[in-house]
């Protein structure tokens, strides 16, 4: 359990005042340039078709079968069947920032970005539905931390899985509270499908959903992970069997039955993980974050190793290789590619110095990055 004191708590809770002063603030600012002009909602406004979102801001990228999927800012998501040569744009019915996509099959895959959206697609990419916003998540989790903490009043939840204490969910209430009335400003930052039907979304302020039924219904996982402050919840990563958790101030969680339990995993550091990879025929574990901070398990997290490398650009993506090659990308134009026995790594600087958020690679030899500037194709350097 993290350490809970109430000089920890108020301060929480005065920070979450402060920002919902600053949001008051900008609104009011905002005013006469919005009464001067329409401004569509996001969540209802479809992305705008253009010749341009290939060289957009563009946050993840993932294969679904042979097609290549990237989504990004203003609900721009593109696909390729050649292997990213060239690109094209799906039809979107939101135009805020999407974050993650992922597919766990050839043709039905997620995408969460933004103000709580959650969107389908049941035709390999090319065109998607919305199967949730952040109205209808302030809801779900305000819903659930009523139900617990009137459970937990009544001593009768007899629920193991919580991690949390009835201090922690009383705070979590009013926390739920609070954001049902500041409306759908929390993001979604991860999305992963076992299958058809089961999947996991995690985002900021601790956002944690699940679906069992192909994302028709969403139910908030709140006080199943040890994190009654909300920390920003930022990658999800399978590893085998293993569902590995990584986020805010060194924050790392584990399942080993496909999340209906989670435990705590001890950090190796304090700063935030901006991603994880599991490497299974290797046995190998990654994760990595601000500064170039990257760390290497042999036991799925039980223990971890530091990776000495030659920069500390902060690395905000990572893919296997065909081969079992792991890579990664981040800030200024930075490629790690390791070696086989994943105790090494190569650096590359691309000479663009663009910051990338995500890469995987091609089927003809090629890597495919995204994130500033768009989609970037090239060879896959040579690995130790």
Known sequence: MMLKSPFCRSRCTLWHALRLAHLALCCLLAAPHAMAQSIEDPLVAAAMPSSLTE??????????????????????????????????????????????????TP????????????????????????????????????ERA????????????????????????????????????????????DVSFHDERTGLAVGAF???LETRDGGNTWQSLLGHLDNPYG????????????????????????????????????????????????????????????????YRSVDKGDSWEPIRLDTDTTLTGATLLADGTPLLVGYGGTILTGSPAGNGFTLQMLADRRAYSAVTGSNDGHLILVGQGGVRRIPQPASL
């Open 107 to 142: 043709r039905h895959g997620w995408a969460v970005g933004h103000e709580g959206v959650i969107l389908h697609s049941e035709d390999g990419g090319e065109s998607w539905t919305k199967q949730l916003d952040g109205h209808e998540v302030n809801r779900i989790v305000n």
């Open 146 to 189: 009523r139900s617990l903490l009137d459970a937990a009043e009544a001593q009768a939840h007899g629920d193991e899985r919580l991690a949390v204490s009835l201090d922690d969910l009383v705070f979590l209430y009013e926390e739920s509270e609070a954001f049902l009335d500041e409306g759908p400003s929390r993001p979604l930052l």
């Open 55 to 104: 060289h957009s801001l563009l946050l993840d990228v993932t294969r679904a079968g042979e097609r290549l999927i990237a989504v990004g800012e203003r609900g721009h998501i593109l696909y390729s069947d050649d292997e990213g040569k060239s690109w094209h744009q799906a039809l979107v019915p939101v135009r805020v920032t999407l974050t993650a996509v992922d597919f766990p």
């Open 206 to 208: 601790g956002l944690f």
């Open 231 to 294: 920390l920003h919840l930022n990658h999800i990563a399978r590893f085998d069997d293993t569902l590995i958790i990584a986020g805010e101030a060194g924050s790392l969680f584990r399942s080993w039955d496909g999340g209906a339990h989670w435990e705590t995993l001890s950090s190796p550091y304090e700063g935030s993980f901006f991603g994880a990879l599991g490497d299974p025929e290797g046995g190998q574990l990654f994760v990595f974050g601000l500064r170039g901070h990257l």
